[in-house]
């Protein structure tokens, strides 16, 4: 009897054993399966975001001719209409709408302190981190520039509004130089948004180069290249 009781419970034993080592071995493949996606995921955010900061960059380089014409009084090489996208994107401020399918699900399932190794942990951590604080940033800011540009469209006297007869909603605005260089009010949003404009370009960088971070962590743990392999942003 009391061998047979021992190979009962050595048969539950290793039945539990066996049970545990395939519960790890199921888990150490999901890992790994989230690992691979999780990849995939942190390279679409590569280029999600310097597609971005690339748009940024160009319309802070187009305003800075603008500005440049505008305080040298060459009006003449400035057109009426595209000065009004050079101005007012200075007001573009958007928040960052990455892909996170991936990232929601390793945090719904609990793996937030077990997928990968430290290192890519704390990669992971600080890039949603700075998504955070961009989007923060965002929010404090955009009031402040819009309110720029409400008040200098409510002036008439350098700016014409043509309205769509088929949609009234639909408006066309084009700014006169020559006189929109005489508004020390407009003057002063050019400054304004364009100082905020630059600032905020380089958050956008700061979230690139976060983004970049951890796709060169996740392309290590998967034996990947992170594709496309950009410059890490200036």
């Excluded at 994107?89 to 430290?118: C, F, K, Q």
């Excluded at 469209?153 to 929109?180: G, K, N, S, V």
């Excluded at 971070?213 to 200036?234: D, I, K, N, S, W």
């Amino acid at each position: 009897m009391a061998i047979e009781f021992l190979i009962v419970i050595l048969g539950v034993v290793i039945g539990l054993q066996i049970s545990i080592w395939a519960q790890a071995r199921a888990d150490a493949e999901r890992e790994t399966l989230m690992l691979t996606r999780l990849h995939g995921e942190a390279e679409t955010n590569v280029r999600y975001f310097t597609q971005q900061v690339e748009a940024r960059r160009d319309n802070d380089a187009r305003r800075d001719v603008l500005i440049q014409s505008l305080l040298a009084g060459d009006f003449e090489t400035v057109d009426p209409r595209a000065m009004v996208g050079g101005v007012f994107s200075a007001s573009n401020v958007v928040d960052p709408t990455p892909s996170r399918v991936v990232y929601d699900e390793i945090v719904s399932a609990g793996l937030t302190s077990r997928i990968g190794d430290e290192t890519m942990r704390i990669a992971l951590a600080e890039y949603w981190s700075e998504i955070d604080r961009l989007r923060a940033d965002n929010a404090w800011r955009r009031e402040e520039i819009y309110a720029f540009p409400r008040s200098i469209a409510a002036q008439d006297e350098f700016i014409e509004i043509e309205y769509d007869a088929e949609h009234p909603l639909r408006r066309r605005y084009t700014i006169d130089p020559e006189r929109a260089a005489q508004s020390e009010d407009f003057m002063d949003f050019v400054f304004f948004g364009n100082t905020r404009s630059r600032t905020l370009t380089i958050r956008w960088a700061e979230a690139l180069n976060r983004a970049i971070a951890l796709c060169e962590e996740t392309a290590r743990l998967t034996e990947q290249a992170c594709e496309p392999a950009p410059e890490g942003a200036e």
